[in-house]
């Protein structure tokens, strides 16, 4: 029984003398210097706060911080901003004390930013471990992408969201493509009239039609904007201005807002989308059979007014007992009536609307592009039919993921 309670003494005797060892020893100590930092706003000096805060959240070193490495620095200038070599950060924890030694390097290399950090033991001059991780071109999170390095570093876990957040990850048609390429050039072109158009071109002015060959040209300038780009698919949005018709004394003003996508490296391209322009039309018919004058001729309402006024007025048919009633034009035809609207250049402007599709190629020489497009324009009777030709320049790329 004594043999027993002295045994229970000695050890309560040996854990309290373990105890005191570990807590007179003191937690380990770590240096931490400037890392190399290039092509961010953020300076050596940030980063090297970032990771002593990081480090230090890992509860495992006493960190030493600026004023305790102060006095070490002070009387050597590459301990400031070049200390990354192993032979340096083994000199430099040895004149501190401490038992090791961390720094690394912060690049931003294309879209993704680059953090590799190396941990070294003092007392040996051995490199430990060293983490390296690519990061999202996300500066703004430089502070968490610092605590996954550092995490990594010591082989601790990473939150999982975190990382699926901050991870570079090449897949360019969705996280990180190629940016958004914005071009913008003149257009010219030449179409053709088809349908209730076709017939408005050539007819006469004095029956309200245009009077031109019924084929224009167009001149216009594009503006585009892609909003996904990878090296064999686009997807762009395109808003054309454009003016037809200045050669046969013309001006016929139309505006085009058409979602594209490009495909492959030779650049064939589909686009379609709505277009708004200006029209002039009034209600009518066409005197097919020629009963109030050339056999064709277009009368509108106010054509007909004037023709049956002048016409019928003193009509016995039409003015039984001297009273006057305008006949309705389905009285001599059927088919004659004021349903359906027509071109008419002597009517007021509106809006119209229409439907474009086209399909074309892109030729490059350089950073010059050359797009050659057949298109059809359609509206409700008729449209117009064409190819255009242009060019412009790329003349800026931004990165896809902005600072707010």
Known sequence: MKNLTTLRIIAIVLLNLSSFALFAQGPKTIAVTQPVVSGMESTAITTEKMLRIEIAKLDKYYVYDAFDMAEAIAGNEEYKSNCQSKTCLTKLGKELGVDYAVSGSFDKLGNKIVIHLKLINVSTGSVIKTAMLEFDDQELELQRMTQCAV????????????????????????????????????????????????????????????????????????????????????????????ISGLEQGKFIPTMSFLNGFRFGKAGWEIAFGPGIGLKQTSKGFFDTEGHFGNKGDYMSEADWNDYSNRTFTNDSIFAPNGSYEQPDPSYFDPSYNFDKSHGDTRAGIKLTTSFLFAVGRTFRAGSLNIPVNVFYSAKTGGGIVGVNVGFNVIKSKTSVKKRP
């Open 151 to 242: 995490r990594k570093l010591h082989d601790l876990d990473v939150d999982k969201s975190l990382s699926d957040r901050l991870y570079f990850r090449d897949e360019p048609a969705t996280l990180n493509n190629v940016g958004r390429i914005k071009n913008s050039g003149p257009r010219i072109g030449y179409a053709m009239m088809t349908g209730d158009m076709y017939e408005f071109a050539n007819r006469s002015s004095a029956q309200g039609g245009m009077d031109i060959f019924p084929a224009v040209s167009m001149i216009g300038y594009q503006f585009e904007k892609q909003y996904i780009g990878t090296e064999n698919f686009s997807a762009l949005f395109e808003f054309i201005p454009n």
